[in-house]
């Protein structure tokens, strides 16, 4: 990881192994010395930083889990939170995979900017696949891993300052 100390790697690894075997959703914030300032537990979706908390976030790490049936990559509110808080890197594992996405806006793009396309892309993509949804091709259930997967992974390629990645375990 370019950016951050070398002992952070052990520090995320450490932390991410944890996270995999949890059955709800909890959240660290680590920075980039690899200091864990924050351990927060959540429910079996979600995990809720207080206004106080998320003044943390700002050029840190935010690692997390998606348990049980969300075993799935970043939902828009993950990328939202790196977006809106300024995060260094937005991490998320599952018993499979583990996710990372950073994002470095240009001067000349804003946050309100590259969150409007980003919700405009997302709604196409969405029309596009809700044909198989409509017809009975795909549930919800089984379409989402890969849906938002594909979504990150093709944002990737069109935006250059957004930077996507999943890695099996």
């Not at 808080?85 to 260094?88: A, I, T």
């Not at 549930?139 to 089984?142: D, L, S």
């Given at each position: 990881?370019?950016?951050v ?10 932390t ?20 864990i300032?924050?351990k927060k ?12 908390e ?11 889990n ?5 075993q ?12 809106i808080?300024?995060?260094?890197e937005m ?9 990372s ?9 804003s946050?309100?900017?590259?969150r409007e396309?980003l ?13 198989e949804?409509d017809?009975?091709?795909m549930?919800?259930?089984?379409m ?21 990645k999943?890695?099996?375990?």
């Open positions: 990881m370019t950016g100390s070398p002992g952070i790697v052990a520090v995320i690894k450490k991410e192994d944890f996270l995999r075997e949890q059955k709800i959703e909890h959240g660290y914030i680590i920075d980039k010395d690899g200091n300032l924050l537990k959540g429910t079996k979706s979600s995990v809720t930083l207080t206004a106080d998320r003044t943390k976030l700002k050029d840190n790490i935010f690692t997390h998606h348990p049980g049936e969300m799935q990559a970043f939902s828009m509110g993950d990328i939202d939170t790196l977006v808080d300024e995060l260094y991490r998320a594992v599952t018993p499979k995979y583990n996710y996405a950073k994002l470095k806006l240009p001067k000349d793009v946050v309100t900017e590259f396309e919700y405009k892309k997302e709604y196409a993509y969405r029309a596009f696949k809700e044909y949804l017809n009975g091709i549930t919800w259930k089984e989402a891993p890969e849906y938002w997967h594909t979504f990150w992974k093709n944002l990737n390629n069109e935006i250059d300052y957004f930077e996507y999943r890695n099996i375990l």
